[in-house]
């Protein structure tokens, strides 16, 4: 039996753990904590840090594996390229790719260089760094975290101090990077890429909670509407260039993006499957599957994921949300009559663990788009 290593055990993971199960694969799972809703579903867990290279490589070779992957993990990806390359596994990315698209500051760097996407920003260690820094509103993010945690926004140079400390507080080199605001509808972009042509660009909506800083987010809705065909066009085409500037050849390509009065911007860029499962969104309504053509290509098997027939024109993916240090009850989150698919993370009883610290997702539906909108 074919051996699959997968980084992290969270609600993302869990996707990528149950479709390996369901192909065969023996599936063995790691994390820092041995928790997660992918803990019970893994034949073999393992406790170790997603990100300790020289054990994660140990852990490989002594059980042969065949692929290593993670979902939805920033901080998974470097470890992933390493081990991949270390062992002669096929990979995606390559570790300074993985390193350059993990910093924000690095990644801005680099967008800049190339004339993708201009914003202004800093990179910030310290409080002299903000000195003369003049653009705002602004948000303030650790530079090498993921989600929400440490972001802030600050509409003034007062502000702008008190959001530093938490922010280098999160990041795991002590590194802020502070951006102008940038303001309009968002969008996410799932692109994938085949012998360096990219044969998926999708577009969907991506809702966020209000009130609360980093975009938090609260679904998707499937097409993008939140702007007109040509500034969503322009949105695929600013997609497809930094792709392409990025030198990705093969896999998945998830960018965050904001439609601004001055065209589209980068919000992130990753060189990964997203963390929302919006590929079940994009399977459902366009029968594509990105997650197992994503396998189907690391395990140099013929691609047959992107072939399926479109299902359906609309669709929206809601997420189950409540805020940390409760216990879960699923009662309090009634699934609508409508869903075509639901999902939840937790167990009755369970604490809601704090992850971005403001808001967390439980669960989720996927809903005809007439639904999109439930609170």
């Not at 692109?191 to 975009?215: M, Y």
């Not at 994009?282 to 299902?311: H, N, T, Y």
Request: charged share 20%.
């Amino acid at each position: 039996m074919r051996k699959a290593l997968i980084l992290g055990t969270g609600a993302a993971q869990l996707d990528a753990i149950r479709h390996l199960r369901d192909s065969g694969w023996w599936v063995i799972a790691c994390s820092y904590l041995r928790e997660g809703p992918g803990l019970g579903l893994a034949q073999q867990f393992r406790q170790i840090d997603i990100t300790d290279v020289p054990a994660l490589e140990d852990l490989a070779r002594s059980e042969r594996v065949d692929l290593v992957y993670s979902v939805g993990s920033d901080l998974a990806m470097p470890a992933v390229a390493r081990v991949a390359a270390a062992l002669g596994l096929r990979s995606f990315i390559w570790p300074a790719l993985a390193d350059l698209t993990q910093n924000k500051v690095r990644l801005r760097d680099y967008l800049q260089r190339r004339d993708l996407s201009p914003v202004n920003y800093r990179q910030l260690r310290r409080r002299a760094d903000a000195v003369g820094w003049d653009h705002f509103p602004a948000i303030v993010k650790p530079a090498d975290s993921q989600g929400q945690r440490g972001v802030c926004r600050a509409d003034s140079m007062r502000e702008l101090l008190a959001c530093l400390p938490p922010a280098l507080a999160a990041s795991r080199s002590a590194t802020a990077i502070v951006e102008e605001l940038i303001e309009g509808p968002e969008v996410s972009a799932n692109v994938f890429v085949v012998g360096g042509t990219i044969v998926v660009n999708e577009l969907s909506d991506r809702l966020v909670v209000a009130g609360f800083p980093g975009g938090i987010p609260r679904g998707h809705v499937l097409p993008a509407r939140c702007a007109s065909e040509a500034a969503l066009a322009q949105a695929r085409a600013l997609a497809a260039q930094c792709v392409h500037a990025l030198g990705i050849e093969n896999g998945p390509v998830y960018l965050q993006m904001k439609i601004t009065a001055c065209g589209p911007r980068i919000i992130e860029i990753t060189p990964r499957l997203d963390g929302c499962h919006i590929w079940r969104l994009i399977r459902e309504a366009r029968g594509i599957d990105l997650l197992a053509a994503s396998f189907q290509l690391l395990a140099d098997e013929p691609l047959r994921a992107l072939d399926g027939p479109r299902r359906a024109e609309h669709l929206s993916l809601h997420f189950f949300q409540q805020p940390p240090g409760g216990l879960f009850a699923r009662a309090a989150h009634p699934t609508p009559g409508t869903a075509l698919y639901s999902e939840f993370y937790l167990q009755d009883g369970k604490a809601v663990t704090p992850i971005n610290g403001h808001l967390e997702k439980v669960g989720y539906c996927l809903l005809p788009e007439a639904a999109c909108a439930l609170p």
